[in-house]
């Protein structure tokens, strides 16, 4: 018997028998091919003769097909790496592929890329070199364009009620949007962003890029600090679809009263404000017994404020009397005075901090680190 053989279309040389395709599957014309005639044409790599990237000067990010991408790139080197990455394709037939690349810096804005590749196809190991020129262009993303064109959805008004926010307060409202909004862009969300924080006489007002933005951070900041939120809406365009677009401002309006105010609110002692979150929340300097303000007056109970825990003066105790009375030297004259004793003075203690105001001189707790600032 002769032996089957098959031949090249191309040279007619002799071939071995190829295995033929799975039912359904299409057939390859060059696996026909001897292996001269098939590497005679064969590009193991198939590369761009050129590839040019956008990235945005204010931010860093890339344009890829419509859109704008975070890449966390360290230079452009990194970005061309990337880029070239995404763009060389291997042929389907190799086995244990392995490249590298070495960049060339050329200038500022042009970079060679010079990629080794190697792998095994028909049994035979392959070698190619190919060089990508890379231009980096310098363009500018939607969201640098939205912010230096002072785009913005919301805005949040930081204000208190009856009195002006302190400078710890305004600050620590800000904390809050940053520390909300970077973890919106953590998640990669492009859109999220701080547009404009403006300090106003009575306040600060904190632009965001969207209306969920102000409705989070405007929550979190009574959260934390207490108050109330109020949102106004105001219509300001259509877009391209006819529907409407509405800017809300959302007016955080703080409690009238902070941890550790020291206030009087009724016949019963002043009260040591030790949380505005929710009910007011406090503790008498008459008898050391918790103090929280009712349902109905909530963060501000109709009280007038007597100074703060920070004015008060170190004193010495000269008797304890009895487990109500304490006698003391009056910090200003230095007079023995007997004032209420708080079950929060020891029966040894040598020195207390007092507060002297126009309700008299009261006894004042020393942990001050128990206030809910």
Same mark, same amino acid.
């Given at each position: 018997?002769?032996?089957?053989?098959?031949?090249?279309?191309?040279?007619?040389?002799?071939?071995?028998?190829?295995?033929?395709?799975?039912?359904?599957q299409p057939r390859d014309r060059d696996e026909k091919l001897c292996? +001269?005639?098939?590497?005679?044409?064969?590009?193991?790599?198939?590369?761009?003769?050129?590839?040019?990237?956008?990235?945005? $000067?204010?931010?860093?990010?890339?344009?890829?097909?419509?859109?704008?991408?975070?890449?966390?790139?360290?230079?452009?080197?990194?970005?061309?790496?990337?880029?070239?990455?995404?763009?060389?394709?291997?042929?389907?037939?190799?086995?244990?592929?392995?490249?590298?690349?070495?960049?060339?810096?050329?200038?500022? *804005? #042009?970079?060679?890329?010079?990629?080794?590749? $190697?792998?095994?196809?028909? %049994?035979?190991?392959?070698?190619?070199?190919? #060089?990508?020129?890379?231009?980096? %262009?310098?363009?500018?993303?939607?969201?640098?364009?939205?912010?230096?064109?002072?785009?913005?959805a919301s805005v949040i008004q930081v204000r208190a009620d009856d009195?002006?926010? *302190?400078?710890?307060?305004?600050?620590?409202?800000?904390?809050?949007?940053? *520390?909300?909004?970077?973890?919106?862009?953590?998640? %990669?969300?492009?859109?999220?962003?701080? #547009?404009?924080?403006?300090?106003?006489?009575?306040?600060?007002?904190?632009?965001?890029?969207?209306?969920?933005?102000?409705?989070?951070?405007?929550?979190?900041? $009574?959260?934390?600090?207490?108050?109330?939120?109020?949102?106004?809406?105001?219509?300001?365009?259509?877009?391209?679809?006819?529907?409407?677009?509405?800017?809300?401002?959302?007016?955080?309006?703080? =409690?009238?009263?902070?941890?550790?105010?020291?206030?009087?609110? +009724?016949?019963?002692?002043?009260?040591?404000?030790?949380?505005?979150?929710?009910?007011?929340?406090?503790?008498?300097?008459?008898? %050391?017994?918790?103090?929280?303000?009712?349902?109905?007056?909530?963060?501000?109970?109709?009280?007038?404020?007597?100074?703060?825990?920070?004015?008060?003066?170190?004193?010495?105790?000269?008797?304890?009397?009895?487990?109500?009375?304490?006698?003391?030297?009056?910090?200003?004259?230095?007079?023995?005075?007997?004032?209420?004793?708080?079950?929060?003075? =020891?029966?040894?203690?040598?020195?207390?901090?007092?507060?002297?105001?126009?309700?008299?001189?009261?006894?004042?707790?020393?942990?001050?680190?128990?206030?809910?600032?």
């Open positions: 018997m002769s032996e089957s053989r098959e031949f090249c279309p191309r040279c007619g040389s002799a071939v071995d028998a190829r295995e033929e395709p799975l039912p359904g292996d +001269d005639c098939y590497f005679e044409d064969f590009d193991l790599v198939d590369a761009p003769d050129r590839i040019e990237i956008q990235v945005c $000067s204010g931010c860093g990010a890339v344009h890829r097909g419509n859109q704008w991408v975070d890449v966390g790139a360290r230079d452009y080197t990194d970005v061309a790496v990337d880029a070239v990455t995404e763009e060389l394709g291997v042929h389907v037939n190799a086995r244990d592929v392995q490249w590298g690349v070495e960049p060339e810096q050329v200038d500022a *804005t #042009t970079i060679r890329m010079h990629c080794e590749f $190697s792998g095994v196809v028909r %049994g035979t190991l392959r070698q190619e070199s190919v #060089t990508v020129p890379v231009k980096i %262009g310098s363009g500018t993303c939607t969201r640098c364009g939205r912010i230096a064109g002072g785009y913005y009195r002006i926010p *302190t400078a710890e307060e305004t600050a620590r409202a800000v904390e809050i949007a940053e *520390t909300y909004v970077a973890a919106r862009e953590e998640t %990669g969300s492009r859109d999220a962003f701080i #547009t404009e924080v403006t300090e106003a006489d009575d306040g600060v007002d904190i632009k965001l890029s969207s209306n969920q933005l102000g409705r989070g951070v405007s929550a979190r900041i $009574s959260e934390e600090l207490g108050g109330t939120v109020e949102d106004h809406a105001t219509l300001v365009t259509e877009d391209s679809d006819g529907n409407e677009v509405y800017r809300v401002t959302f007016a955080v309006r703080l =409690p009238r009263y902070r941890p550790g105010d020291v206030i009087d609110v +009724d016949d019963e002692g002043p009260v040591l404000v030790r949380s505005v979150r929710g009910n007011l929340k406090g503790v008498r300097l008459t008898t %050391g017994e918790r103090y929280e303000a009712d349902y109905e007056e909530g963060i501000a109970p109709d009280a007038r404020k007597l100074g703060d825990h920070e004015d008060g003066q170190e004193t010495t105790v000269v008797a304890i009397e009895d487990e109500r009375a304490v006698q003391v030297l009056d910090p200003e004259t230095y007079e023995a005075k007997t004032i209420a004793r708080p079950d929060y003075v =020891p029966d040894d203690a040598e020195t207390v901090e007092v507060l002297k105001s126009r309700a008299g001189l009261h006894v004042l707790p020393d942990d001050e680190s128990d206030l809910d600032r």
